[in-house]
């Protein structure tokens, strides 16, 4: 079993950063990936709201550029995905990938959280094959074509506007009539030509045959259904935490969100956890970043204090 001082679980900003801080604390951390490097902003078309970037940059490039700053600083990465940990009994404590065992010192948890799905009749079978959760990803098979967002936050929107790069006309289906989105969004939005929405309404079936071919929509307050054509569904209605391996270790809320305090401990000593998995509420880059920051200063205190115990305990008992 390989041993680790410090493991990041999760490579979001909230990793990241707690990768360049513990890095350049000289604790050589190793952090694993999870399936996507750099997390939800490797998904991510268009960055406009992390501080030192005026023109904007994309989500990806964000990614490449934290990463690589991690590593001049000692992190290293490792490509795979944690399916267990024990936290009960340690420190050490254990984490089990698809490709390996470890025992680490200490941990920080930035496993992130995930997109959620509708839930929807055609929504699974049809994944991959013209219901995306990424329009980054995905927006490029949709030259040309007609898609519908299904959504009223930033997410949505962002999205949203990215897609009419591709396709001809972008229909936006949101289950009220007010937006969550922030105002900025919304204003480039509406004056969209491509983009058109469908207002108290909600998908309540995908169809297709092979693809995507048409929606089958209710409108929420006289349940009338509609169905509407369409060669893609893409979907940005929130997250969940992905906790789930995580479950029985550590104290979570009733959502599956780990519950930190100010200094990003969980209910675990020696384990920290930064980003969206312990945060419902901001979810910005900027405030994982810090998150991961804090978790990883900490992480560092803790680290020490433990040590210093442990080499002044022989001479106390001498
Ligand atoms: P979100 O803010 O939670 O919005 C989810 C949207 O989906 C809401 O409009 C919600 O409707 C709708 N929804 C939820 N469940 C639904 C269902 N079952 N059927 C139909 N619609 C459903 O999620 P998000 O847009 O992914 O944003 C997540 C966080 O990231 C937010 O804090 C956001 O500010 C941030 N973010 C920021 C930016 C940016 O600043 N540029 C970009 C992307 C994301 P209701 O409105 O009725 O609840």
Do not use: L
């Given at each position: 079993m390989q041993h680790e001082r410090v493991i990041i679980i999760g490579s979001g900003p909230a990793g990241m950063t707690a990768a360049l801080y513990t890095g350049r604390a000289q604790l050589n951390p190793l952090v694993i990936t999870g399936t996507q490097v750099g997390g939800q902003i490797s998904i991510t078309s268009e960055v406009e709201n992390y501080p030192g970037f005026p023109q904007g940059t994309t989500g990806p490039e964000l990614a490449e550029l934290m990463q690589k700053q991690a590593e001049l600083f000692g992190a290293r990465f490792v490509f795979d995905e944690v399916t267990e940990v024990r936290l009960t009994d340690g420190p050490p404590f254990y984490v089990k990938t698809y490709g390996a065992e470890y025992e680490a010192d200490s941990l920080i948890i930035t496993a992130g959280a995930s997109p959620r799905r509708l839930g929807v009749p055609g929504e699974e079978l049809l994944i991959g094959r013209g219901v995306s959760y990424c329009a980054t990803c995905d927006g490029f098979f949709f030259r040309g074509k007609k898609v519908v967002v299904v959504g009223g936050g930033d997410s949505a929107l962002e999205e949203g506007i990215f897609l009419t790069r591709f396709a001809d006309s972008v229909t936006i289906i949101h289950r009220r009539d007010e937006l969550r989105a922030g105002a900025t969004l919304q204003k480039r939005a509406f004056a969209n030509e491509k983009i058109n929405f469908i207002w108290d309404t909600i998908v309540t079936e995908i169809h297709g045959n092979g693809t995507v071919n048409a929606v089958t929509t209710m409108?929420?307050?006289?349940?009338q259904q509609n169905r509407i054509e369409t060669d893609g569904v893409f979907i940005y209605i929130g997250h969940y935490p992905n906790s789930k391996f995580l479950e029985g270790q550590i104290a979570m809320d009733e959502h599956g969100y780990i519950i930190t305090d100010e200094y990003m401990r969980t209910s675990v000593p020696g384990v920290f956890a930064a980003g969206e998995i312990q945060d419902p509420i901001y979810r910005q880059i900027a405030t994982s970043v810090g998150q991961g920051c804090a978790a990883a200063i900490q992480l560092e205190r803790w680290l020490s204090e433990r040590e210093d115990v442990r080499t002044a305990a022989p001479e106390k008992a001498g």
């Open positions: 409108h929420v307050h006289s349940g």
